[in-house]
């Protein structure tokens, strides 16, 4: 007999079983400012993580100036894992949940993570307000081929909007023109109301810095 998520999605108890075992990407929810901590621990336990990063010019009280690199996305790493691992993941430090709904963790699909992997570094990337409605294009050559995203123009330059819709946060890649198609699909969504990528599991208290 059939009990619990997997009875309730019509699952078998050994196809629940295998999907725990099959590993995926995750959103991983962190205290504010202890992303690239977050890094090295999991990468201390040999778990698999991407912390994307940018560079931006900070100004300092005492008016010195630096280039320094911040989370792309504040407080969000994210993790390659099985489902099953979770335990595992929630035990980091500086960790607060996995992003998901309901119950489960929501894997991300891995198109988006590793074109941003193939992007950083070859393409100017920065935080950018999350976008729903507008319309999109498709990137049809280079690192990131295949990603779809809002086109937005900034002076005489083209950005595309790519939007993680699991967490709900966006990033502006600057883009040529002539590496751009139009997205065959519906171009306006419709988003939910509601927060945001619930946590999966409980909050906790982060320690003091």
């Keep these: ?119 950083l570094g070859r393409r100017k990337i920065e935080p950018h307000p999350y976008l729903v409605i507008g319309e999109r294009v498709r990137i049809k050559a280079g690192a990131m081929m295949g990603m779809e995203g809002v086109l937005v123009r900034k002076k005489n330059n083209f950005r595309m909007v790519l939007a993680l819709d699991v967490i709900m946060q966006s990033v502006a890649v600057e883009v040529d023109a002539d590496d751009l198609e139009p997205a065959q699909i519906a171009p306006y969504r419709t988003v939910l109301p509601g927060r945001p990528g619930q946590p999966f599991a409980q909050t906790r208290q982060c320690a003091p810095r």
């Design 1 to 119: 007999m059939q009990t619990g998520w997997a009875a309730e999605h019509g699952e078998s108890p050994e196809s629940a079983a295998a999907q725990g075992f099959c590993t995926h990407w995750f959103a991983v929810y962190t205290c504010s400012h202890h992303e690239k901590r977050v890094a090295l621990h999991l990468a201390g336990r040999q778990i698999e993580s991407f912390l994307p990063l940018y560079a931006a010019r900070h100004r300092w009280r005492n008016r010195c100036e630096a280039v320094v690199e911040l989370p792309l996305f504040p407080n969000y790493v994210f993790v390659r894992m099985a489902s099953r691992e979770r335990v595992r993941i929630l035990e980091v430090p500086g960790v607060l949940s996995l992003v998901g709904f309901g119950r489960r963790p929501t894997p991300l699909p891995d198109l988006e993570i590793e074109a941003l992997r193939s992007g």
